[in-house]
T-cell receptor
């Protein structure tokens, strides 16, 4: 079984300030972890993925996430928020198991508001 | 643009009716997934097909069914619709049926409204 908890349902930041979106996961298997972003009335776009090659993962648009196995966390950060970052962000876990298939389990989402 | 297409974009229908949602995966992707996004349930995995065969099942109701055709497009059939079925339905595709870092590419979704 696997689950994802996004610790904040809403985050509000000022443009140019850092963004931190928190995510904790649990998985019976060695997981794959992803962050997806959903802009209003749009589909989901992959920001970054954890591949086990490095614990610090860099993604698109200046985002990065750090995998911490001991804390079962995969927090997403960006040093300087831009107005275009206003969207909903989903932390996602996928079991790396043939038995479990490739189904994704989504967190509840964090809605980011960026103030000018 | 992810390369995954979904039709229609919007669908408005009445309770008790049946609808079909269509998805075309990215070129070369053999695996198709269906997800439901609603306000109360969030994003939930429904079902996965790989090369025409059902591969994994999630929280899919018995009133819902899906299939993947030889040309790899997929259809999600929703019948005896209820108000609570109103949601955004996403299709996603990937190359393999499973495999660690095998990311999924999402379509723009079909918004279903049941009145």
């Amino acid at each position: 079984a696997q689950s994802v908890t996004q610790l904040d349902s809403h985050v509000s930041v000022s443009e140019g300030t850092p963004v931190l979106l928190r995510c904790n996961y649990s998985s019976s298997y060695s997981p794959s972890l992803f962050w997806y972003v959903q802009h209003p009335n749009k589909g989901l776009q992959l920001l970054l993925k954890y591949t086990s090659a490095a614990t610090l993962v860099k993604g698109i648009n200046g985002f990065e996430a750090e995998f911490k196995k001991s804390e079962t966390s995969f927090h997403l950060t960006k040093p300087s928020a831009h107005m275009s970052d206003a969207a909903e962000y989903f932390c996602v876990v996928s079991a790396r198991s043939e038995a479990a298939g490739n189904k994704l389990t989504f967190g509840g989402g964090t809605r980011v508001l960026v103030k000018p | 643009d992810s390369g995954v297409t979904q039709t229609p974009k919007h669908l408005i229908t009445a309770t008790g009716q049946r609808v079909t949602l269509r998805c075309s995966p990215r070129s070369g992707d053999l695996s198709v997934y269906w997800y439901q996004q609603s306000l109360d349930q969030g994003l939930q995995f429904l079902i996965q097909y790989y090369n025409g065969e059902e591969r994994a099942k999630g929280n899919i109701l018995e009133r819902f069914s899906a299939q993947q055709f030889p040309d790899l497009h997929s259809e999600l059939n929703l019948s005896s619709l209820e108000l609570g079925d109103s949601a955004l339905y996403f299709c996603a595709s990937s190359v393999e049926p499973w495999g660690g870092f095998n990311e999924q590419f999402f379509g723009p979704g079909t918004r279903l409204t049941v009145l």
